[in-house]
Every structure is written in structure tokens, then in C-alpha cells.
């Protein structure tokens, strides 16, 4: 069966790359294939469908359902490939030179199709403890679809032992990530002809102070802050992202969007920094604003929220993914993952090991190494050799 192995990974993973899950998009038909695979096995799982009945999460337990288990997570859903250069179709598995190449087989289909080519293994082993598949939607566009899942795991009456989350990290164990809180503010000022410019309320301009004070706390951050010498940036980061304003040269601008980040180490930072801005926002923004007219002002709305990821380095779920990676060092990384949310919601420690490199993540030509795949697959069958103890 081992030497089945690689065959196996090659043809799961042709298969679900094949599928166009761009996060705007449906993911029910690549859920129906999972399924379909993992009932030709023998093997049912439970769906987590969203409000909209157009996405689904998948919880799959290999193994008796009546012990806490250890859970392998990925996402389904892909970045888009509008306006990038591709040489190939990007919804086609090529392989060359021991790479593969398509969208998402780094981050992270490949992962995906490493664990499901694992079941047969799973359930040739005598598993005493149960290993779980965790397979989300919509991870792309803000660690969405893992949500209602982490619910549902956190009302079950046993809770899992820990959870292996399969991002790109070259099968390093990841410890912690950065928090992420982004928000978006949109100025509503007063239109006025640019000849008479005083006697309207120029959004962008008050929204150049916003950004005048994110920079300067940026600034701070990056001086003054707490630091881990574990991340290649060593501090919390601060940036205004996006600004769009103004409708022509000679109108005074009624409106500007802008929106704000803030990559955080510690576990509840990233809010706390955006919220502390947001107040002096309002208190010392807003009301010169409402002083010249009392309908402007600003209104701010969050887009995206995950707590970070700091897991002791000699935390049993640690020493037991190292055991599996075959390698003793650790590292975090600056991007967000699932991870952090197991924890948080449904109190599941956590690390974050896979295959392949961020490097490759959401672009162009995105290609994994075969041999990333077997290395992610031996470590699954040293998982499966533990759970068989």
C-alpha cells in the first residue's frame, strides 16, 4: 500500500485541482467528490453547510468516534487566477521535474489530497485513538468557513486531542502566527464646487490624518513594541492598504474609503491596536467634521478578524508534530492560518505543518514538490503509527 502511495496523492490531487474553488465560488462539487472517495472506502462524514447552502466544511473521523482524536485540517477553497500570467491551465495538474503545478497545490489542495490518499492506511491500521479530517471553505478570503465547523467540534461532548493544520511551511512546525484585524473606514464629507472649497468637508483630507496617525503608530510599533525574534518581522505591523476617493478634479470629495491592518503578536493585539485607533478616530476626527456639518463623519466596519497563534514550544501537540516531522526545530511565520481559531473557539491545541512553500502561495504557475507531498505523507503514517498504539 505505501508503495501505492505517491500514485495515489498524484491522481487525489489532479482530481482537486481540477476544481474551480475560487473562494467566490461554490465548493459543493469538490465536497461531493470527497465524499463519493471517502464512501467508496467505506468512510461517511459530516457536513457544515453555510447559510447561503452553496459551501460546505466537511468532519470526517477515521477511528472510534467514542475517544478525543487528532485532527488533520485543510481549507478547499483557492486564490484567483484573473490577471495572472500563467504558462499553463491552472486548473490542469502538470507535472515536471518532480514539481506539480496548478492552483492550489501549495496552498493547500496538496495537503488535502495527501490526507485523503491516507485513508486507506487509516483504516488498514488498528487505530485506538481517531484520526479527523477538517476540511473548511472560504480560508482565503478570512478563516471564514472554519467557523461554523469549530462551533459544531465545540459542542461535541469530546474534544480533540490537537490539531495538525496544513499550510505551506516545508513540513517545519509552526508555533505561532501573527493575529490579523483589518478594517474599513469610509469618510462621508460634504460636496462642494472646488472654487468655493471651505464651504464643503473634504473626506480625503480628513482621511490623509487617519492615515497620517496609522503611519505614526506604525512607527511606534515597530520601534518601541514587544518583539519575538522568531518572526522574520519582529513586531506588530501597522499599514493603511487601500484609499479611494474623490470623483473630479474640481468637486470637492465627498467620500473616501480607506482601509487599515494590523498584523499583531499578541493573541488579541491585532484588535486592540485597530480599536484603539478607531476611538481616536472618533474622538478627535469625527467631531471637526460634524462641527462643519452634522450629517459627515466617519463609519468604520471590520473585514477580517483572527486571533494569532502562540503555542508553547513544549506543548505536547509540539513535541508529538515534531516526532511526526522528524526534525526538532520550530518556527512562526507572519501569515494567518486556521490554527489560531482552534484554539481560540474550540480550545484544540494547535501547530501549522505542510507541504510545500508560502513562497508558492497565490501565485502565478504555483507548483508543489513531489517530494514535499511524500515527506507530508510520512509524516500521516508516523500519525497513523501513533494512533495505532
Given at each position: 500500500?505505501?508503495?501505492?502511495?505517491?500514485?495515489?496523492?498524484?491522481?487525489?490531487?489532479?482530481d482537486l485541482v481540477a476544481f474551480d474553488t475560487v473562494s467566490d465560488r461554490s465548493n459543493l462539487?469538490?465536497?461531493?467528490?470527497?465524499?463519493?472517495?471517502?464512501?467508496?472506502?467505506?468512510v461517511s462524514g459530516q457536513r457544515i453547510v453555510d447559510e447561503t447552502g452553496q459551501k460546505s466544511s466537511l468532519w470526517v473521523t477515521v477511528g472510534p468516534e467514542d475517544k478525543p482524536g487528532l485532527v488533520l485540517?485543510?481549507?478547499?477553497?483557492?486564490?484567483?487566477?484573473?490577471?495572472?500570467?500563467?504558462?499553463?491551465?491552472?486548473?490542469?495538474?502538470?507535472?515536471?521535474n518532480g514539481r506539480l503545478y496548478g492552483r492550489g497545490t501549495t496552498d493547500m489542495k496538496g495537503f488535502v489530497a495527501v490526507c485523503l490518499a491516507m485513508v486507506p492506511e487509516m483504516l488498514a491500521a488498528d487505530l485506538k485513538t481517531p484520526i479527523n479530517l477538517a476540511i473548511s471553505y472560504d480560508e482565503e478570503i478570512g478563516c471564514?468557513?472554519?467557523?461554523?465547523?469549530?462551533?459544531?467540534?465545540?459542542?461535541?461532548?469530546?474534544?480533540?486531542?490537537?490539531?495538525?493544520?496544513?499550510?505551506?511551511?516545508?513540513?517545519?512546525?509552526?508555533?505561532?502566527?501573527?493575529g490579523k484585524h483589518g478594517v474599513r473606514a469610509t469618510f462621508r464629507g460634504l460636496a462642494r464646487h472646488s472654487s468655493i472649497a471651505p464651504d464643503g468637508v473634504n473626506a480625503i483630507e480628513h482621511a490623509a490624518d487617519l492615515i497620517t496617525e496609522i503611519r505614526r503608530r506604525a512607527a511606534l510599533l515597530a520601534a518601541d513594541a514587544e518583539r519575538d525574534s522568531l518572526y522574520d518581522v519582529p513586531h506588530s505591523t501597522l499599514l493603511?492598504?487601500?484609499?479611494?476617493?474623490?470623483?473630479?478634479?474640481?468637486?470637492?470629495?465627498?467620500?473616501?474609503?480607506?482601509?487599515?491592518?494590523?498584523?499583531?503578536?499578541?493573541?488579541?493585539?491585532?484588535?486592540?491596536?485597530?480599536?484603539?485607533?478607531?476611538?481616536?478616530?472618533?474622538?478627535?476626527?469625527?467631531?471637526?467634521?460634524?462641527?462643519?456639518?452634522?450629517?459627515?463623519g466617519i463609519d468604520f466596519e471590520e473585514i477580517l478578524d483572527y486571533p494569532a497563534l502562540d503555542t508553547a514550544a513544549d506543548a505536547p501537540i509540539v513535541t508529538l508534530a515534531k516526532q511526526l516531522a522528524g526534525r526538532n526545530d520550530h518556527a512562526k511565520v507572519a501569515f494567518g492560518t486556521e490554527a489560531s481559531l482552534f484554539v481560540s473557539m474550540a480550545d484544540v491545541p494547535s501547530v501549522v505543518v505542510g507541504p510545500g512553500a508560502i513562497a508558492q502561495a497565490h501565485t502565478p504557475d504555483e507548483f508543489v514538490e513531489m517530494s514535499q507531498l511524500e515527506a507530508c505523507g510520512d509524516f500521516v503514517a508516523r500519525l497513523i503509527a501513533h494512533c495505532a498504539k
Amino acid at each position: 500500500m505505501q508503495n501505492q502511495r505517491p500514485d495515489r496523492i498524484r491522481k487525489l490531487l489532479a482530481d482537486l485541482v481540477a476544481f474551480d474553488t475560487v473562494s467566490d465560488r461554490s465548493n459543493l462539487p469538490l465536497i461531493d467528490y470527497i465524499e463519493r472517495y471517502l464512501g467508496s472506502l467505506g468512510v461517511s462524514g459530516q457536513r457544515i453547510v453555510d447559510e447561503t447552502g452553496q459551501k460546505s466544511s466537511l468532519w470526517v473521523t477515521v477511528g472510534p468516534e467514542d475517544k478525543p482524536g487528532l485532527v488533520l485540517s485543510g481549507h478547499t477553497d483557492v486564490v484567483p487566477v484573473a490577471g495572472q500570467d500563467w504558462s499553463r491551465n491552472p486548473f490542469e495538474l502538470v507535472e515536471r521535474n518532480g514539481r506539480l503545478y496548478g492552483r492550489g497545490t501549495t496552498d493547500m489542495k496538496g495537503f488535502v489530497a495527501v490526507c485523503l490518499a491516507m485513508v486507506p492506511e487509516m483504516l488498514a491500521a488498528d487505530l485506538k485513538t481517531p484520526i479527523n479530517l477538517a476540511i473548511s471553505y472560504d480560508e482565503e478570503i478570512g478563516c471564514v468557513g472554519v467557523r461554523p465547523m469549530l462551533r459544531e467540534i465545540a459542542r461535541k461532548p469530546i474534544k480533540p486531542l490537537g490539531c495538525f493544520v496544513g499550510e505551506p511551511t516545508q513540513m517545519q512546525v509552526i508555533i505561532g502566527h501573527k493575529g490579523k484585524h483589518g478594517v474599513r473606514a469610509t469618510f462621508r464629507g460634504l460636496a462642494r464646487h472646488s472654487s468655493i472649497a471651505p464651504d464643503g468637508v473634504n473626506a480625503i483630507e480628513h482621511a490623509a490624518d487617519l492615515i497620517t496617525e496609522i503611519r505614526r503608530r506604525a512607527a511606534l510599533l515597530a520601534a518601541d513594541a514587544e518583539r519575538d525574534s522568531l518572526y522574520d518581522v519582529p513586531h506588530s505591523t501597522l499599514l493603511t492598504s487601500i484609499v479611494h476617493g474623490g470623483a473630479a478634479l474640481n468637486i470637492v470629495p465627498d467620500s473616501c474609503v480607506m482601509e487599515f491592518e494590523c498584523r499583531g503578536i499578541g493573541i488579541a493585539e491585532s484588535r486592540e491596536v485597530t480599536d484603539a485607533i478607531i476611538a481616536w478616530a472618533k474622538a478627535e476626527i469625527e467631531p471637526a467634521m460634524r462641527k462643519r456639518h452634522p450629517e459627515c463623519g466617519i463609519d468604520f466596519e471590520e473585514i477580517l478578524d483572527y486571533p494569532a497563534l502562540d503555542t508553547a514550544a513544549d506543548a505536547p501537540i509540539v513535541t508529538l508534530a515534531k516526532q511526526l516531522a522528524g526534525r526538532n526545530d520550530h518556527a512562526k511565520v507572519a501569515f494567518g492560518t486556521e490554527a489560531s481559531l482552534f484554539v481560540s473557539m474550540a480550545d484544540v491545541p494547535s501547530v501549522v505543518v505542510g507541504p510545500g512553500a508560502i513562497a508558492q502561495a497565490h501565485t502565478p504557475d504555483e507548483f508543489v514538490e513531489m517530494s514535499q507531498l511524500e515527506a507530508c505523507g510520512d509524516f500521516v503514517a508516523r500519525l497513523i503509527a501513533h494512533c495505532a498504539k
